[in-house]
């Protein structure tokens, strides 16, 4: 999981600037000056700390109320179906859509993010149950319609259970 927080924190987001950023340089790292207004892409863990020093705010990244109630009700409506396929970028843009409910001060958010994380815990068990019908079926399946962190997931599930099959089969003779 650390690997895929690093990812996380790593991935380039759009930000607003609220205030004028200074240029900014570093070794291994250059952010150009910005007006007011002026909208730019950092990663997420430079999106923080320019959040947190009042300079910017995101311009996009998170999952909106709408899309965690489509993606949930998509997800409950069809529990044992094939995986419907998930708003681009899901975990990550969820990653981020918690983090900046974890960072907010304000009440309502908090309660809101409770909301959110229910129904995040809702999809994601729902997904993996339909990636363990999918591993363990003989044949492999087209895995096009699952997120990378799934495919990941489908992957290594789909293995283990055919060796386990081989080996069972062995064991009966076959």
């Known amino acids: 999981m650390e690997a895929l927080y690093f990812e996380f924190e ?3 987001v759009r930000i ?8 900014i340089k570093t ?18 863990w430079i999106a923080w700390e320019l959040i947190e020093a009042g300079l910017a705010r995101l311009s996009d990244g998170g999952i909106s109320d709408e899309q965690w109630t489509q993606t949930h009700y998509r997800e409950r409506v069809q529990p044992l179906g094939q995986p419907t396929p998930l708003p681009e970028d899901f975990y990550s843009r969820a990653y981020v859509t918690f983090k900046q409910a974890e960072k907010s001060a304000r ?12 129904r995040y815990r809702d ?9 363990m019908r ?9 895995s096009r319609g699952l997120q990378p962190e799934e495919a990941v997931l489908y992957d290594e599930l789909h293995k283990i259970i055919e060796r386990w099959r081989s080996e069972m089969r062995e064991l009966g003779g076959e």
């Open 134 to 142: 999918l591993a363990s079926a003989e044949a492999k399946a087209d």
């Open 10 to 12: 790593n991935m380039p």
């Open 27 to 44: 070794p291994g790292l250059d952010i150009k000056e910005a007006d007011e207004g002026m909208e730019l892409t950092v990663n997420l």
């Open 107 to 118: 009440d309502e958010t908090r309660r809101a993010s409770g909301r959110m994380k229910g």
């Open 123 to 131: 999809i994601v068990e729902s997904r993996i149950a339909k990636i």
């Open 16 to 23: 607003v600037a609220t205030r004028k950023i200074p240029e």
